[in-house]
């Protein structure tokens, strides 16, 4: 049993997949860029910050169920957004993929409906 | 940011609405009784006992989102499942629904697809 202290501390959100491909050498790794309505600030050569649009590389062992990555595209996922940034087989990966898989080789993302934005928290 | 550690102590699971009903005398609570495939030892007169199936009640400040409840029965969604039991207004909620609201009145349940069996861990 958790508190909801506990629960409220991981933040869920709902991510839309720019691009979706195989990591070279690797059996099971997908190189997912993922857009969570998040900005950055930049400073130009003149010292001048700007917030610019910003994109998270997230790397997800799901490789086996979609062979064409390419279906990924476009499509609005959930995922662990505040997990501390780890290497996976040389890549950075800022987030994980929150999804269901079971023994049988089923699996299944967790699409929301259209009316959410990329960037909503789940709660 | 929080480790993988303090992720995996949250229980998220898919759970298949059973019934779902407005309670009297609130303004957003609905009342689901829903199942995660779980069973409960119960024992007869004779002391024998038994596995039998168990279902949750599960309460949810989402009536204003479904104005008809019923169109959730046969509906799977995600729900927190080790949170403490709670009482809300003299009902025990044995969970809580996993979902997605934003500040423009937008809502979205998470529902895998079809190959996922009520109790499946999201992960």
Not at 6 to 15: N, P, S, T
Not at 28 to 46: G, P, Q
Not at 97 to 117: C, H, V
């Amino acid at each position: 049993m958790i508190t909801y202290e506990d629960f409220k501390k991981v933040e869920i959100r709902a991510g839309k997949i720019v691009s979706a491909e195989k990591i070279p050498e690797t059996d099971k790794l997908l190189r997912l860029v993922v857009d969570f309505a998040e900005k950055k600030e930049l400073v130009n050569e003149a010292g001048e910050k700007s917030l610019v649009p910003s994109v998270r590389q997230i790397v997800s062992g799901i490789s086996a169920y979609f062979p064409d990555p390419a279906v990924l595209v476009g499509k609005i996922c959930m995922f662990v957004t505040n997990l501390e940034p780890r290497m996976i087989k040389g890549f950075e990966s800022n987030g994980m993929l929150f999804a269901l898989s079971d023994e049988n080789g089923n699996f299944s993302t967790l699409e929301p409906n259209s009316s959410i934005a990329p960037g909503t928290l789940a709660k």
